[in-house]
């Protein structure tokens, strides 16, 4: 593998490696349907707001999501809509492994 491959490659393992944790595939979930202040996302995933806070970072260093700072308050949006169609092949490949499961089972 060259480098430049190696670079791609890499870069793309750092997007997934921000979405490989339940709290922040739920925070790209959230923000799917419209923008959130960090209060409203601790408030729902029910973690203090420093662990919320680096979930966020984790995603906006990704290029995933933005913030935009009002006042006091930081709102993030989802920024590339399109992680939504993996997290559907992913869902598609956990109902396939779950009905595999079940005719092996039956």
Known sequence: MDIQTRARFSARARVIKALSHPS???????????????????ELIGADTSTVSK???????????????????????????????????VETIMQENAQAQMSLMG
Request: charged share 30%; proline share 2%; aromatic share 8%.
């Open 24 to 42: 922040r595939l739920f925070i790209v979930d959230e923000l799917s349907r419209g923008e959130r202040c960090v209060c409203e996302l601790t």
């Open 55 to 89: 979930h966020l970072s984790i995603l906006r260093n990704a290029g995933i999501i933005r913030d935009d700072k009002r006042g006091t308050q930081v709102f993030y949006q989802l920024t590339m809509p399109c992680v939504l169609r993996f997290l559907d092949c």
